[in-house]
């Protein structure tokens, strides 16, 4: 065996197997059948899924690509998002059927949210933005902590058909106002603040902030929600509004009109590598019949007796899909929280599980990995056999996570779906389906029925199983992206122009086949290091060092070195009761590494660190390791959830090779 034929040996040795439980099998939303159908007829297929929803006109033609990579999908169909998500479910009977259970930070502070209640907020607002003069097509920017509003904002949004563009309330002045800039958003949904870890935390400063820097905004509509001190020069009586008093005093009558199936719903803005953030474009009923279909399949949703929780942000794409569109056009009850998973107390998330009895959890590999760091003792004090089904996304989940939080968090009752997917595509792509598929930890598995997906070499050939590559999408999808805002070029530059013979889709990450034919993601293409010419990747390394007793957390990242082209540096963040981790403890973990994958992987360098640095979202900013690694002076680090990690770690540096 060549080393890179042991590396991957070694990565993909990883054999245990979880079956669907045999009840979850039986009474499965889908079965094994929807992959061939989706395969025998793909249109007809998603036609069928776009039934979920109600349309006020059908569509003529399901998909026209004769402008490829531009797609239109049910052409010819109107609709209204909002009503399919609010609306419909009253008019079915389901008004007093909880749609939202909300819990606050500060404790006690509930609210729980019906269908009717809902439909009645929603319709307020609708009324209240378009007599702020927003109307058809214009966008409004939303920053908001996770309260009711925020979903009430968005919905209203949609209602009445003005794009909304979302922007993350742990985002600064500057990133607001440049997207903000950029969609040319006239209104801008905010709150006084929210509360955060167990205190106030202000966000109208940062709108008033970013208003001296973009001169686009028109109107600011402010919810009351922590009743904290604005500032002396917060509030402009000619700019600003209390929703309490516009949304508060608006009729709750409102009749929503049908849109074209093409028409805005809403950009959301991802970071890029470099420079400007991309705008991405998603439509209305490509878009909804993704996020629906898929939350439908993925998680076997049953509306009836489920209790969904989605621990995302509304500031990402996983909140628009999984928390707004998807969970409400199917007519869910589930949890929203607003705070921090350990305010007041480590235990926070599973006494809400236990308080809610919630059967369907979604959340990251970052936050399981943290509360691996805290012991099983804290999520073992609570009741959470209502659990049924558990979810992971945003970035690869190490094997050792995956069955941690099958064991501990799942009772090992419960299948976990690993679910790949980007703000790009809009909703899931690759995961298992629950009753159907026999879950590898560590695997997303295979593209669900109606996606087709492959993994490439340089040249766009399929590889054989075993082996690695380029993840692309082969065929378009009702929920993908149109383009990005007001860049068509850049759209198909990004992801359209590497493949472009094939005419695939250039997701970005890097995957492999394994012998099943099964699909291991394996992070960004430019995470992928190329150590004397072997292909390595860093999450294969981060496992092997998380499989180490001794390691809670690690970021590898490829640093240029003379010998070898590119070596492996590893951060490494050992649990608390490992303390320093004794005197060898680098030997150890060196050891270590090249006893799991092999020689090749042993790391040049190894860094215990207390902290990593971490975006908003949880992505770990490996840009900013490699900076450290390389010796450069560390670069932009305003995407940083707290700045000051990276002064610790190259503070570091200095003592720890
Ligand atoms: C939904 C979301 C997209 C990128 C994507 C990939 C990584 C997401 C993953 C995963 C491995 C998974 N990613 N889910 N990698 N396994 N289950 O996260 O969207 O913020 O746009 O990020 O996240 O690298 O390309 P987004």
Redesign the pocket.
């Known amino acids: 065996m060549s080393d890179t034929e042991e590396t991957l040996a070694n990565l993909l040795r990883e054999d245990r197997r979880f079956e669907p439980p045999a009840d979850l099998a039986a009474a499965a939303n889908v079965k094994a059948d929807a992959y061939d159908a989706a395969r025998t007829d793909r249109d007809a297929f998603w036609a069928e899924q776009a039934e979920r929803l109600t349309w006020a006109t059908k569509w003529d033609q399901v998909l026209d690509w004769s402008n490829a990579p531009f797609a239109k999908w049910f052409v010819g169909g109107t609709l209204n998002a909002s009503y399919n998500c609010v609306d419909r479910h009253v008019e079915a009977g389901r008004g007093d059927k909880v749609a939202i259970h909300w819990v606050g930070e500060p404790e006690g502070d509930t609210r729980d949210i019906t269908y009717a209640q809902l439909k009645d907020e929603v319709s307020q607002a609708a009324n209240a933005l378009t007599a702020l003069g927003v109307g058809t097509g214009d966008r409004v920017a939303i920053y908001m902590p996770m309260i009711p509003e925020a979903i009430v904002a968005m919905l209203a949004c949609a209602r009445i058909g003005a794009p909304h563009t979302v922007v993350f309330g742990g985002f600064s002045a500057d990133a607001l106002a440049s997207r903000i800039d950029d969609c040319q958003a006239k209104v801008v949904i905010t709150s006084d603040g929210g509360y955060r870890r167990g205190a106030p935390s202000a966000l109208k400063p940062a709108v008033d902030e970013a208003r001296t820097k973009t001169d686009k905004i028109e109107k600011v509509l402010v919810v009351r929600r922590t009743g904290q001190d604005l500032g002396e020069n917060g509030w402009d009586d000619d700019v600003d509004v209390w929703w309490h008093d516009a949304v508060g005093g608006a009729s709750t009558e409102h009749t929503p009109e049908a849109f074209d199936s093409e028409h805005p719903l809403y950009v959301m803005y991802?970071s890029g590598t470099t420079g400007k953030p991309k705008g991405i474009l998603h439509t209305t009923g490509g878009y909804l019949t993704g996020a629906s279909y898929t939350h439908h399949a993925v998680f076997d949703l049953k509306p009836e007796t489920d209790v969904y929780w989605c621990t995302a942000d509304i500031g990402?794409?996983?909140g628009h899909s999984y928390i707004v569109y998807g969970p409400l056009a199917n007519g869910v009850t589930q949890v929203l929280y607003e705070g921090t998973p350990d305010s007041p107390e480590p235990g926070r998330w599973w006494k809400i599980i236990a308080d809610y009895k919630v059967s369907l959890f979604y959340t990251?590999?970052t936050a399981i990995r943290s509360f691996m760091k805290q012991g099983r003792e804290v999520p073992d004090r609570h009741d959470m056999s209502s659990l049924r089904i558990l979810g992971?996304?945003?970035?690869?989940?190490n094997p050792e996570a995956y069955v941690w939080y099958r064991h501990v968090i799942g009772g090992d009752r419960t299948p976990v779906v690993?679910?790949?997917?980007?703000?790009?595509?809009g909703a899931v792509m690759?995961?298992p389906l629950p009753g159907v598929t026999s879950g590898k930890p560590g695997s997303?598995m295979t593209p669900i029925p109606g996606i087709g997906a492959d993994v490439v070499d340089d040249d766009g050939n399929p590889v054989p199983n075993g082996s690695g590559g380029y993840l692309v999408v082969t065929s378009p999808w009702p929920s993908m992206l149109r383009t990005l805002w007001g860049d068509d070029d850049r759209y198909v530059d990004t992801y359209w122009s590497r493949f472009k013979q094939q005419g695939y889709y250039f997701?970005?990450?890097g995957a492999k086949k394994d012998e099943d034919g099964d699909i291991w993601?394996?992070?960004?293409v430019d995470d992928v290091m190329n150590v004397s010419g072997h292909r390595l990747s860093t999450?294969e390394i981060e496992s092997a060092l998380v499989s180490h007793p001794k390691v809670a957390e690690s970021a590898v990242v490829g640093a240029s070195d003379p010998d070898t082209g590119q070596a492996v540096v590893a951060y490494v963040i050992l649990r608390d009761e490992a303390g320093d981790g004794g005197p060898d403890i680098i030997k150890e973990l060196s050891d270590h590494v090249r006893s799991q994958i092999g020689p090749i992987a042993k790391p040049r360098q190894i860094m215990i660190v207390p902290e990593l640095p971490k975006t908003r979202?949880g992505?770990i900013m490996r840009r900013l390791l490699r900076d450290v690694a390389e010796g450069r002076a560390v670069g932009d680090t305003q995407t940083l959830a707290d700045a000051s990690i990276m002064d610790l770690i190259s503070a570091g540096q200095a003592t720890s090779t």
């Open positions: 991802t990402w794409v996983t990251a590999p992971s996304v945003g970035e690869p989940i690993d679910t790949w997917w980007q703000t790009e595509t690759i995961s997303a997701a970005g990450d993601v394996l992070g960004r999450t979202s992505k």
